[in-house]
């Protein structure tokens, strides 16, 4: 699975920074557009505010009343009239109910209440908090009332019309931050064309070298005395165009996975991605290999696979990209920061891979041990030099000239059971005048039903009419089924293994 790095959050606003009469100026900035105001008065500033920390008159309609008629005023509503708003400040973090229902009965007179009542506070109010300031006020016959906490405020706070009272009260501005924001989008759509211009919309393994943006000794590896396990620079094959960045492939071993219970292993003796940079892997390693392989190769073909692990870097986190490269490394150079042993990648993910259509998320309880500690080297069989396989003209003329979808040779009737995994024998008719008999190496033998190998050859290029065409008749039910799994050696191997 893959493993993401954390990403940054906004933070809480902190109100308990500001002092009380501060935080009554900015819950008065707030609530300018909330009603149609008359007028706005900070009653709370001047000290003896009757309860208003902040009073409003909300603008009245000039809405003519009937009178006696004896008084031409009488029945008009005046224009500095209007409703009046009360609202109370309290710069406390934790309001319970009682807190709540006190403030009220102190604050609000219920012989002469306000139209409309607002309490404010940077505090989390519960469901009964809410409960008991509607009941208490709609006692005291209060028209309109409204119960802000932390929430509410922070709401306020974050809609871009009032990113200015956020400044001026926190020192934050989130439309400077969109600003910024916008800044680093166009900045990766921009690598990100770059590179699908470079490397194309489908890269096939295509070498880039990813270098640490704070190395200053390039390419000087001795420089540093743990570079080997820390290196500050390093070519990947990128293999796919992810819509966050980068896929490069970082590690390919040869692995185990039986297909029917899903057990799996692998070794990380070698790594299998061969790089452009390398140097030539000398003769221990590449014996590592060959016993390695030689060891592999004998499992059954639908449990051999490959162990991958992929690493994306990120678009966002490339600085720079050099598309020529140097004379040292003649591709593309991408600049990024490094972080430790993780290097530039944001996250990784492995995978068995069977082949280029199938691919297995390896489960961990499902590992078994299948691969030794060390490799001996892989020693023939018995090489039948004084006899041949005679096979049918289509399966010869497969295995002369080297068809990679022919794998295996099928038997019904024992004419192939001297042949044990790591024998060679010849296959007559695949030699020439200039060529040599064509020499396979059994790797796996095992016998299965007809309708077991009819099932393994669904969706194969031949299927059925390739068993038959080697067994020389029609399959039945009945029949068992010898199989020999197989692959094309040379003669140069059977003396270097001498």
């Not at 000290?47 to 000039?62: P, Q």
């Not at 224009?79 to 403030?103: A, Y």
């Not at 209440?113 to 940077?122: D, E, S, T």
Request: glycine share 6%.
């Amino acid at each position: 699975m893959p493993h993401p790095h954390t990403t940054r959050t906004f933070g809480p606003i902190h109100f308990e920074d500001l002092e009380p009469k501060r935080f009554e100026d900015l819950v008065r900035e707030l609530i300018y557009d909330f009603k149609d105001w008359q007028s706005i008065e900070a009653t709370g500033r001047g000290g003896n505010d009757d309860g208003f920390d902040v009073r409003a008159y909300e603008r009245s309609r000039m809405i003519a009343m009937e009178g006696d008629g004896e008084d031409p005023e009488e029945g008009a509503v005046h224009p500095m009239g209007g409703n009046v708003w009360m609202i109370q400040c309290k710069r406390e973090s934790t309001l319970g109910p009682s807190r709540v229902k006190d403030i009220i009965g102190d604050g609000v007179d219920p012989e002469s209440p306000p139209y409309g009542y607002i309490l404010v506070a940077p505090a989390n109010f519960s469901k009964t908090s809410f409960d008991i300031f509607r009941e208490e006020l709609r006692k005291r016959g209060v028209m309109e009332f409204y119960l802000w906490g932390r929430a509410a405020l922070e709401d306020m706070l974050h809609f871009p019309k009032n990113d200015h009272i956020l400044f001026t009260f926190f020192g934050i501005s989130l439309a400077s931050r969109r600003r910024s924001r916008s800044t680093e989008i166009r900045s990766t759509v921009a690598t990100k064309n770059k590179l699908l211009k470079l490397l194309g919309t489908n890269p096939h393994h295509s070498p880039v070298l990813f270098r640490d943006i704070n190395d200053t000794h390039y390419p000087f590896k001795d420089e540093y005395r743990d570079f080997k396990e820390q290196p500050r620079w390093r070519e990947f094959p990128v293999v796919d165009m992810h819509p966050l960045g980068l896929v490069v492939q970082v590690r390919e071993h040869f692995a185990y996975c039986d297909p029917e219970t899903r057990e799996w292993d692998f070794t990380e003796a070698v790594n299998l991605i061969r790089r452009q940079s390398d140097e030539e892997r000398d003769d221990d390693e590449q014996d590592l290999k060959k016993r390695v392989e030689g060891f592999w190769e004998f499992f059954p073909k639908s449990h051999q696979a490959k162990y991958i692990r992929n690493a994306l870097v990120r678009y966002d986190s490339i600085a720079v990209i050099d598309s020529e490269g140097d004379s040292a490394y003649k591709f593309p150079h991408i600049y990024a920061e490094f972080n430790g042993n993780r290097g530039p990648f944001y996250w990784f993910w492995d995978y068995i891979q069977f082949n280029e259509h199938r691919n297995e998320e390896p489960n961990d309880e499902k590992r078994v041990s299948k691969f030794p500690e060390a490799f001996p080297k892989q020693k023939f069989g018995t090489i039948h030099r004084e006899r041949s396989l005679h096979l049918s003209e289509r399966t010869t003329g497969y295995i002369k000239n080297h068809s990679s979808w022919l794998t295996a040779l099928y038997d019904c009737d024992r004419t192939f059971d001297f042949l044990n995994p790591g024998d060679v024998i010849g296959i007559a008719g695949t030699e020439d005048r200039n060529t040599a008999q064509t020499l396979i190496k059994v790797t796996h033998k095992r016998q299965e039903s007809a309708e077991a190998v009819l099932n393994e050859q669904k969706g194969t290029l031949m299927g059925k009419q390739t068993v038959e065409d080697q067994i020389g008749r029609p399959l039945t039910p009945e029949d068992t089924i010898t199989i020999y799994e197989f692959k094309i050696v040379y003669d140069w191997q059977l003396k270097d293994d001498n």
